[in-house]
């Protein structure tokens, strides 16, 4: 492969994967921005996501298609969990670490149960499209082409969802300030638990294509929870349209990394490159951003 030809693929492969990445950032950001958590278990989430969806798909399901049927039982789940988790953030001995340490045991639980089920080994949601490509002038993975398109699109009807509607209207007037959207009329509680059980339910969708396009193992959490959380840093917390862009920029800076660098050094290059832009503008690439303190 040409030299412009191997760096064209690398691209095109980094912004596939980004549209992925925006899929799982966008719930995780806005779940922050309404409930002032970093949650830890959005790794484990997703991993949930891929093992139910690889469950179903032994019916002879194409995987692809489960993605509908899989984010009403992850939005149930997250649903019914939020209150416990608000406990644990509002409680009257509650401090900020108390939610950052409820997560990260939730991440521990949730993956060693994955390891007791399913044990060590990967597996793989195989759908119609894997191995299919078109060809052109850089060859496109079609699995990887219509994953992102899923992704595109479920980020763009939540956008909108969050734009158009009076519950979007509450859920963003909430991540502006609690106090001021509690005094209009807001009621916080319930935006809270639909905020979290939409995160969930987008979490579990996301690990469907995960699965299609990479491996499921119990042991994937922590991955994702990073890419995650570089994601939404880098967009600036709280600042939903800076994920767009941020995802596709992490997708690209993978890609171009484990290509020309080595993937052992993704996460030093990742981790150099939040560095920078934090030192920058703690506020994100775009500078709109809460300040990261």
């Not at 798909?57 to 509908?68: C, D, K, N, S, T």
């Not at 959207?181 to 638990?193: E, F, N, T």
Request: with cysteine; aromatic share 12%; charged share 10%.
């Amino acid at each position: 492969m040409l030299v412009v030809d191997l760096f064209l693929q690398s691209i095109l492969n980094g912004v596939l994967i980004g549209g992925i990445y925006i899929a799982i950032a966008v719930g995780f950001s806005i779940c922050f921005g309404v409930m002032h958590i970093i949650d830890f278990a959005v790794g484990e989430w997703l991993m949930l996501g891929g093992f139910i969806g690889f469950i179903l798909a032994g019916m002879q399901v194409e995987p692809l298609l489960l993605i509908p049927l899989v984010f009403p039982i992850f939005f149930v789940v997250g649903y019914m969990l939020q209150p416990v988790i608000q406990r644990v953030l509002t409680g009257r001995k509650a401090n900020v670490l108390m939610g950052l340490v409820f997560t990260f045991g939730m991440s521990i639980f949730l993956q060693g149960l994955a390891l007791y089920i399913w044990g060590h080994d990967r597996r793989t949601l195989t759908s119609a499209l894997s191995g299919l490509n078109i060809q052109g002038l850089v060859t496109i993975p079609t699995l990887r082409l219509v994953a992102f398109i899923i992704a595109g699109t479920v980020t763009l009807a939540f956008m909108l969802f969050l734009a158009r509607t009076r519950l979007g209207l509450s859920i963003r007037a909430t991540a502006e300030d609690r106090d001021t959207a509690a005094v209009l009329g807001v009621d916080i509680a319930r935006v809270s638990r639909l905020v979290y059980a939409a995160y969930a339910g987008l979490t579990g969708m996301a690990g469907i294509l995960i699965g299609t396009v990479f491996t499921i193992y119990a042991e994937m959490g922590l991955r994702y929870t990073t890419f995650a959380f570089f994601t939404v840093v880098l967009a600036g917390m709280g600042y939903l349209p800076g994920i767009l862009v941020a995802g596709l920029f992490l997708g690209i800076l993978q890609s171009l990394v484990a290509v020309y660098v080595g993937g052992r050094y993704i996460y030093l290059v990742l981790f150099l490159v939040l560095y920078v832009v934090l030192l920058v503008s703690p506020q994100g690439i775009m500078g709109k951003g809460l300040k990261a303190e």
